[in-house]
């Protein structure tokens, strides 16, 4: 193994000991429940299961009845108005018909949410975007709860849905689990032509008519949006962490083999429960070493910015305490192997040409960058992956693959790589700590120091644009108000094109904001999820036009350049939306999300580290007030307001993983826990 990926691993191993121990042993129990008990519906009363099968067919009806055939839930996320999860619409009838060939009755346990990100991107409907992948994790345990089932299918490909889905499907990690992909629609309008005619379009050279034709003839038919956005880098880090079937990731939607890899994934499910000889609960597909692999492979592929948070959300919900820290360290080690738009022209059709998934990931076992000796849904070592699928008369079969790629252009191996480094950069400084994505940037553009033009909101920078405010000057645009806590952290995508167009007039501009701006961020240097937000009074909320901002993705630093005393002495300006004020698209039912979500770094999301909240003190106070400090990772002060001269007892739960009680002073009295 690489060094310092064995490093970082241990690392995370080790502040996650606690906190995972505890997750494995609450699993554990339910998983030698499951062993002894048989079919997870076997524990229901006869009302129960009653209702459990009451729709099914006779047949399956017959079978749920007993106590030998497992039952698997299918959880999906079909809509139609995302492309890539169109194709799910048929994919029930196909998993019930292999599941039961397999042994095994599926049903269709629950839908979740699927926003489509292309479709709202700069709308209100945006600032829904990421609550909704703890929406999905919250529908995913509704699905899950039902006691019948034994193992799930998960249908989903995009954005938040695939975090979503994951995240709940921890929470019942002693079930098996597996993603079922879609793949990519055929390749559209070259990405090359694209971006130009997005440029043309902002800067009113071509009108509407013009600019729809050219996106309807990128985003043309079902399947994945070809780029490699945040939902084909969901898809490959999927397969890294052996959660898909080898080789299923980048296949067309409605071809041969791409049923005969769905039906394959039903019959795999029944084999892996409980009550079959290779149990493997999710649980134990997720772990430390399985992270690190998935965060290789983002860094390697140049993937989206999005899963800096995704993957810290995932890694929280198996227990795991994942850090920025770790992606830096790993993105030292870690080389770009691939180009693909926004990165490059290539599609992810092309990478798939090229040898795809097999020749990566072939590559980067090869070099020490990836865990081989990981539990997968395939079986035990990540080296099932290096073959890829084929068709025969009796189903799908995985034979080996080139191990070079076909086109050094679109992907190369590790020893001659796009660059030495991953293509995800952390930032810190005075600013706070923030994500740049550099795989898309060239190398002149990488550093940059200009003054700062602040807005609160991204139609005040296109306003500026129109308007010709930004013309003929080097400048940051700083967009604040755009965090998790603030409004929802909507990705701001819709500013690369303007940006772009000023960039190709040969000035020097950069973003830098705590909102998002997705897997397509473009060349455009860009410091991204920057933490802590202005809503949370970060120091983002404290620049002001005109203030020098240094920004080096180089070197990994984001910086005002004034002095420190004059810094310290703001108040900030600008703020978030009020509740009677953030209304509208249904933003209003959204606001307990808004009040409890985390920052960017811990995931931005509303749930605790898994396995880390199950302990409890007792505290006893003779006066008024008194305040309880944790240190572990969500530190934060709580008050405990007490009754006065009377005792009371109030009871704490400690949600870090290694949280501890600091201080319990009060009046000078000594509290205990």
């Known amino acids: 193994m690489n060094r310092t990926v064995q490093e970082v691993t241990e690392r995370l191993a080790q502040r996650s000991l606690r906190s995972r121990t505890a997750y494995l042993e609450r699993v554990g129990a339910a998983a030698s429940e499951a062993r002894e008990r048989g079919p997870a519906r076997a524990s229901l009363g006869c009302a129960n299961l009653a209702h459990g099968f009451a729709a099914c067919s006779p047949g399956d009806k017959l079978a749920l009845r007993g106590n030998e055939r497992p039952g698997v839930a299918i959880v999906s996320a079909y809509n139609d108005m995302l492309s890539a999860h169109q194709p799910y619409e048929t994919y029930p009838a196909i ?24 479709v709202t991107q700069g709308r209100a409907g945006m600032e829904l975007s990421l609550y909704s992948r703890e929406v999905i994790a919250m529908a995913t345990a509704i699905a899950l709860s039902h006691d019948m089932f ?65 996106e309807a003839a990128s985003y043309h038919s079902p399947g994945t949006c070809t780029f490699y956005g945040t939902a084909n880098s969901n ?95 790993l993105s030292s080690v870690v080389p770009l192997l691939t180009r693909m738009y926004p990165n490059g022209q290539a599609d992810v059709n092309h990478f798939q040409a090229a040898g795809g998934m097999q020749v990566l990931m072939g590559d980067l076992l090869d070099a020490g960058l990836l865990h081989e000796d990981v539990l997968t849904v395939a079986g035990c070592g990540l080296g099932l992956y290096r073959g890829g699928p084929e068709l025969t008369e009796t189903g799908v079969v995985w034979e080996e693959r080139a191990t070079r790629s076909a086109d050094l252009d679109v992907l190369r191996p590790v020893a001659e790589p796009f660059s030495a480094d991953g293509g995800i950069h952390m930032l810190s400084g005075n600013l706070g700590r923030a994500v740049s994505k550099v795989s898309a940037v060239n190398p002149e553009h990488q550093v940059i120091e200009a ?28 967009i604040r108000y755009q965090g ?22 040969g000035q020097r501009v950069a973003l830098v904001t705590d909102g998002r701006m997705s897997g397509a961020s473009g060349k455009v240097p860009a410091a991204i999820h920057l933490s802590p937000e202005a809503a949370d009074g970060g120091p983002i909320s404290l620049v002001r036009d005109g203030d020098p901002i240094r920004l080096d993705a180089r070197t990994g630093t984001l910086d005002i350049l004034i002095p420190e005393a004059e810094l310290a002495a703001r108040t900030p300006e600008g703020r978030p939306l009020r509740d009677d004020e953030w209304v509208g698209t249904g ?37 008024a007030e008194s305040r309880l400090v944790l240190d572990g990772p969500e530190a934060r002060t709580e008050a405990l307001v007490l009754d006065g001269a009377e005792s009371r007892t109030e009871v704490f739960s400690l949600d870090g993983a290694e949280g501890r009680t600091e201080a319990l002073v009060s009046g000078g009295v000594e509290g205990r826990a």
């Open 95 to 118: 998993l019930k018909d292999a599941v039961r060939e397999a042994g095994g009755v599926a049903q269709f346990a629950g839908g979740v949410p699927a926003m489509c990100d292309g």
């Open 150 to 214: 034994d193992g799930s299918l998960l249908l989903g490909v995009c954005d938040k849905i695939v975090p979503g889905l994951l995240i709940g499907a921890l929470h019942f990690g002693h079930l098996p689990a597996i993603f079922v992909p879609a793949g990519p629609m055929p390749s559209g309008l070259p990405n090359k032509v694209k971006a130009r005619t997005r440029q043309l379009f902002a800067e009113g050279k071509i009108g509407r008519g013009a600019m729809l034709d050219a």
């Open 235 to 329: 898809q490959v880090l999927m397969e890294v962490m052996g959660l898909h079937l080898p080789g299923a990731t980048f296949v067309n939607p409605g071809t041969e083999l791409r049923e005969g890899l769905t039906r394959a994934a039903a019959r795999r499910v029944v084999e892996i429960t409980a009550h079959g000889e290779e149990y493997t609960p999710v649980a134990e597909v997720v772990d430390e070493k399985a992270l690190v692999n998935a965060a290789v492979a983002l860094l390697a592929t140049g993937g989206s910015t999005n899963h800096t948070m995704h993957l810290v959300a995932i890694a929280a919900a198996a227990g795991i305490e994942l850090l920025w820290d770790d992606l830096a360290a």
């Open 451 to 478: 003054p700062a033009k602040v807005f609160d909101d991204q139609s005040e920078l296109l306003a500026a644009f129109a308007a010709g405010e930004l013309d003929a000057q080097d400048f940051v645009a700083v």
């Open 484 to 505: 998790p806590s603030a409004n929802g952290m909507p990705e701001l995508h819709k500013l690369t094109p303007p940006l772009a167009v000023l960039l190709d007039r």
């Open 587 to 623: 933003r209003e039912l959204f606001a307990a999300f808004r009040r409890a979500a985390g920052p960017a770094e811990r995931g931005a999301g509303i749930f605790a580290l898994n396995g880390a909240e199950g302990r409890e003190g007792v505290l006893t106070f003779d006066d």
